[in-house]
């Protein structure tokens, strides 16, 4: 299999990182989950509800980490806490969570707004703008932002990453006008990271949006249970069987390997 991380600013804005092998796995996941968690077109449903659209940024827009291993940020992560005398702030869970925001998170809660909160958020922050330039674009996301954006539907990031980065990726790749103004991401408040409902309710009170006419688009557990919390239908991304575990595990019903099926049942409600 071949895979190439290529700067945003090479790519027309509907450039799938994709090559044949790639999606060829990606087809085999997708009809996996679609089999197992697609019950009945729920799917369907789903989309021709939605006229707000919240995204989770790395995951369902792109691969933020793609050139360099989120897990190997984690582990950074951790030893510079280590590195502190800290690292006894951590469960044995969080020390190997491969999450870059698990030890954050954790961090944020016991010690909000100390001086070492905030410079770790700091470090995570710029490893995140360093990631920017070689994210992978998720196949089917930018035709599936601009086809919504046609339609009619209002769209927000709302993610645990820095609004900075998001904003950045959504630049380079010509995204920006599907979301403006409405990115919302990591804040100082590190109590406030996603499974908390906070970035959401943001989004929907800014948009003007019941939750009830929202959708939310993620791939982790914490995304489904944000979403619960806000009351925000979900749609859980899973690009293979381990993230889908993980989403079936927290409660999440519809899921999909690929955005592809979700664009055609977007295309189908015309």
């Known amino acids: 299999m071949v895979r190439r991380a290529l700067g945003n600013h090479h790519l027309r ?23 197992e968690t697609e019950p009945h077109g729920e ?86 703008l360093r990631a920017v330039p070689t994210a992978w674009p998720t196949p089917y996301a930018d035709p599936l932002i601009r086809t919504w954006t046609a339609m009619g539907a209002r769209l927000a ?41 906070y970035c959401l309710h943001r989004a929907l009170n800014a948009m003007g949006a019941a939750p009830a006419s929202a959708l939310m688009i993620g791939d982790t557990p914490t995304d489904y249970l944000a979403s619960r919390a806000a009351g925000v239908e979900f749609l859980g991304y899973a690009r293979n069987e381990r993230k889908a575990g993980l989403l079936r595990d927290a409660g999440a019903r519809v899921l999909v390997g690929s955005l592809e099926p979700v664009l055609g049942a977007l295309r189908a409600a015309r």
Request: glycine content about 6%.
């Open 157 to 197: 990031i709302t993610t645990n990453n820095s609004p900075e980065v998001a904003r950045r990726y959504l630049e380079g790749r010509g995204l920006s006008g599907c979301f403006h103004p409405h990115v919302y991401g990591r804040t100082q408040d590190l109590t406030r990271l996603k499974p908390d409902p």
């Open 43 to 128: 799917l369907t449903g789903l989309v021709r509800r939605a006229r707000y659209v919240l995204f989770d940024f790395d995951g369902p827009i792109c691969r933020l980490f793609a050139g360099r291993p989120a897990d190997l940020i984690a582990r950074e992560q951790v030893d510079w806490l280590d590195a502190q005398g800290l690292g006894e702030a951590l469960t044995a869970q969080e020390r190997v969570d491969t999450d870059p925001h698990s030890a954050l998170r954790s961090l944020g809660l016991q010690r909000p707004r100390s001086d070492l909160v905030v410079e770790m958020e700091k470090r995570l922050t710029a490893e995140e």
């Open 13 to 35: 804005p509907d450039t799938l990182l994709v090559t044949s092998d790639v999606v060829k796995q990606t087809d085999a996941v997708t009809d996996s989950v679609a089999e």
